[in-house]
């Protein structure tokens, strides 16, 4: 055969398909581990953001260490039993879209527009001197263009927010994607976005904040030329701290 024919090149072009299939596979495989591990870090560290408790150069696995993580039930509060779910093995993503292990959400409750969700969530806590200082929420919605995912931590009332932080989106830079500017985020602490009968109360304007509002300590000002993400995180808020999120667990939470 002639290293110049059709065939030969043919030869030559499916033998290479098939070394680069066989390198790219083993090292997608040889990498999985690092992958997952590194998901897993970057998790944590996105929990100690919202907490307050991280700065540039902390050691996350360290700082975690104060952290209490607890799977539960959202549709009773409760947390999960050993042996009922692993919560090493329990993905919330994977688990929305699992017939077991996922719910549909009625359209009319589904404030975050995401359809399903899994049957049960992380929550995360840091205590000081045994009472619960802050609870870490895991949060998600849909934005303009994307699903905008986040952690919301709550003061020990369960009501006052302590931090926010959004990790993943896909939103317009300089517009919705402003949801990472750390002044935005600031302005969160100290608002209030659940009453007194656990009603959740926030709103995100459509401008500024007026200082002479009496009701400027559950809203926060809106983003700049962001109106549909800004509504977003509104609707997504109000729906994980409703009856239909993390409500039943606020409620009945010992602090």
Not at 3 to 24: E, M, Y
Not at 127 to 137: P, T
Not at 212 to 225: M, N, R, T, V, W
């Amino acid at each position: 055969m002639r290293h110049d024919s059709v065939l030969g090149t043919l030869t030559v072009a499916a033998v290479l398909c098939i070394v680069c299939s066989v390198i790219v596979s083993a090292t997608a495989v040889s990498l999985r581990e690092r992958q997952e591990s590194n998901k897993v870090l970057e998790m944590k560290r996105n929990v100690l953001v919202a907490a307050g408790l991280f700065e540039e150069g902390d050691t996350v696995e360290e700082l975690f260490g104060q952290v209490e993580r607890h799977l539960i039930d959202l549709s009773s509060g409760r947390v999960v039993e050993d042996g009922e779910v692993d919560p090493e093995s329990y993905d919330p993503r994977t688990a929305a879209k699992d017939p077991e292990l996922g719910v549909e959400i009625d359209p009319e409750k589904d404030l975050a527009g995401i359809k399903r969700r899994g049957k049960y969530a992380f929550v995360y806590l840091v205590r000081k001197d045994e009472a619960i200082e802050q609870i870490i929420l895991p949060v998600y919605g849909k934005g303009l263009w994307s699903t905008l995912y986040g952690f919301l931590s709550l003061r020990r009332d369960g009501r006052t927010v302590s931090g926010i932080t959004f990790y993943e989106h896909k939103e317009t830079p300089g517009l919705g994607g402003e949801v990472d500017n750390p002044v935005w985020k600031a302005s969160w602490s100290g608002k209030q976005v659940r009453d007194e009968s656990g009603r959740p109360i926030l709103e995100v304007l459509r401008g500024s904040v007026s200082a002479e509002d009496p009701q400027a300590f559950h809203k926060i000002d809106g983003l700049s030329g962001a109106t549909i993400t800004s509504r977003g995180v509104q609707n997504l808020i109000q729906y994980w701290l409703g009856s239909d999120g993390f409500g039943p667990y606020l409620e009945q939470l010992d602090r």
